[in-house]
Antibody, heavy 119, light 106 residues
Framework: EVQLVESGGGLVQPGRSLKLSCAASGFTFSNYYMAWVRQAPKKGLEWVATISTSGSRTYYPDSVKGRFTISRDNAKSSLYLQMNSLKSEDTATYYC????????????WGQGVMVTVSS | DIRMTQSPASLSASLGETVNIECLASEDIYSDLAWYQQKPGKSPQLLIYNANSLQNGVPSRFSGSGSGTQYSLKINSLQSEDVATYFCQQYNNYPTFGAGTKLELK
């Protein structure tokens, strides 16, 4: 059974940093692109970052480019999201998601971890 | 960015009824369209990909259609477990999502 378990969320002040982790199991992690998708409270979904199987290629929307960094450790079947210079508008539930091999859509999602950016 | 406009924002339907949700892309997305279901307090689940392909394990009462810029999700014979918010997502370019359609029972 595919499982994605996020951790590392919490309350952080504007301008500070936070690092999220996602532990994957039930599939060969190194064979899949992975991603982070967020959802602000009572709002829709926003793609945040994608990383290739080896970690050599990463992709971000303009809203987080230069502030967020996605990375992975295939030996540990783990995905990470380093978030710097956090803003109030980054407040959201962050989901770790597995990208399907034929397009940038997501067939498995974690349960999500809440990040609140507030002073 | 490709904008995805979903309608309606919410709807109320009776058990056994047929429901349609629409999604309009700001440009041609060549059927690179997925639908997700998100139940309250849960993470999204993939229902449909490539506009009309049913994801493994999804009940056959769900179906997708469309092309170009216009797409729709159809739920036949609505069940109580279908109460959820539904999102469309395009993946022809950097992925973007619709704002969601909240489906409730009448």
């Amino acid at each position: 059974e595919v499982q994605l378990v996020e951790s590392g969320g919490g309350l952080v002040q504007p301008g500070r940093s936070l690092k999220l982790s996602c532990a994957a199991s039930g599939f060969t992690f190194s064979n899949y692109y992975m991603a982070w998708v967020r959802q602000a409270p009572k709002k829709g979904l926003e793609w945040v970052a994608t990383i290739s199987t080896s970690g050599s290629r990463t992709y971000y929307p303009d809203s987080v480019k230069g502030r967020f960094t996605i990375s992975r450790d295939n030996a540990k079947s783990s995905l990470y999201l380093q978030m710097n210079s956090l803003k109030s508008e980054d407040t959201a539930t962050y989901y770790c998601a597995r990208r399907v091999n034929y397009g940038v859509l997501f067939d498995y999602w974690g349960q999500g971890v809440m990040v609140t950016v507030s002073s | 960015d490709i904008r995805m406009t979903q309608s309606p924002a919410s709807l109320s339907a009776s058990l056994g009824e047929t429901v349609n949700i629409e999604c309009l892309a700001s440009e041609d997305i060549y059927s690179d369209l997925a639908w997700y279901q998100q139940k309250p307090g849960k993470s999204p689940q993939l229902l449909i990909y490539n506009a009309n392909s049913l994801q493994n394990g999804v009940p056959s009462r769900f179906s997708g259609s469309g092309s170009g810029t216009q797409y729709s999700l159809k739920i036949n014979s609505l069940q109580s477990e279908d109460v959820a918010t539904y999102f469309c997502q395009q993946y022809n370019n950097y992925p973007t999502f619709g704002a969601g359609t909240k489906l409730e029972l009448k």
